[in-house]
């Protein structure tokens, strides 16, 4: 059997454009790709928009996130571009051990890319976030998965605003006992 080789005209024919350009078909297709492998839950008040839980099978989007935003005509969903930040977010954290706030900037520039790739622009896709996101100061939280991974907002110091969640949290399981 004869080995191919990387000077083969066949392997360069394979490998005929450049791959370290940002291709939108890839990036779209790998969106979808790891939405197959998440589930989706929106039932919850999750600060700061969204998270994942301690397994990171569930991405959590706050319940008050409306679905879709409208940008130039269109109707964009928003959801592919939250799993795609909380999916890279959590592997960084999990798998290489990345600080969350050095994960985050990683998945930030990703969901970028990924609304870029949808052909929209970036800015009213973030000023329209923005609205929704919430702490403990902008409204009480009633309703947080016992399972949502509080390790973002340890490592953030946000020790308010993982006592608003902790209290919610054992509200919610007290609440379930009766």
Same mark, same amino acid.
């Given at each position: 059997?004869?080995?191919?080789?990387? #000077?083969?005209?066949?392997?360069?024919?394979? *490998?005929?454009?450049?791959?370290?350009?940002?291709?939108?078909?890839?990036?779209?297709?790998?969106?979808?790709?790891?939405?197959?492998? *998440?589930?989706?839950?929106?039932?919850?008040?999750?600060?700061?928009?969204?998270?994942?839980?301690?397994?990171?099978?569930?991405?959590?989007?706050?319940?008050?996130?409306?679905?879709?935003?409208?940008?130039?005509?269109?109707?964009?969903?928003?959801?592919?571009?939250?799993?795609?930040?909380?999916? *890279?977010?959590?592997?960084?954290?999990?798998?290489?051990?990345?600080?969350?706030?050095?994960?985050?900037?990683?998945?930030?520039? #990703?969901?970028?890319?990924?609304? #870029?790739? #949808?052909?929209?622009?970036?800015?009213?896709?973030?000023?329209?976030?923005?609205?929704?996101?919430?702490?403990?100061?902008?409204?009480?939280?009633?309703?947080?998965?016992?399972?949502?991974?509080?390790?973002?907002?340890?490592?953030?110091?946000?020790?308010?605003?993982?006592?608003?969640?902790?209290?919610?949290?054992?509200?919610?399981?007290?609440?379930?006992?009766?």
């Amino acid at each position: 059997m004869a080995k191919t080789s990387v #000077a083969s005209p066949k392997f360069r024919k394979k *490998v005929q454009r450049d791959d370290t350009l940002l291709s939108n078909f890839q990036l779209t297709h790998a969106v979808e790709e790891i939405m197959k492998h *998440v589930h989706l839950d929106r039932t919850w008040d999750i600060p700061y928009l969204a998270g994942y839980s301690v397994d990171g099978k569930t991405v959590y989007i706050d319940r008050h996130l409306p679905r879709t935003y409208r940008s130039h005509g269109r109707t964009v969903r928003v959801d592919p571009f939250l799993i795609l930040h909380e999916s *890279v977010e959590k592997s960084l954290v999990d798998h290489l051990h990345i600080h969350y706030q050095h994960a985050h900037q990683i998945a930030l520039r #990703a969901e970028r890319a990924a609304v #870029a790739a #949808a052909k929209l622009s970036w800015r009213p896709y973030n000023q329209f976030m923005l609205k929704f996101i919430k702490d403990a100061a902008h409204e009480k939280l009633r309703r947080v998965p016992p399972n949502l991974h509080l390790k973002p907002y340890w490592d953030e110091k946000d020790t308010v605003l993982i006592r608003a969640m902790q209290k919610a949290i054992h509200a919610e399981h007290l609440a379930k006992k009766k």
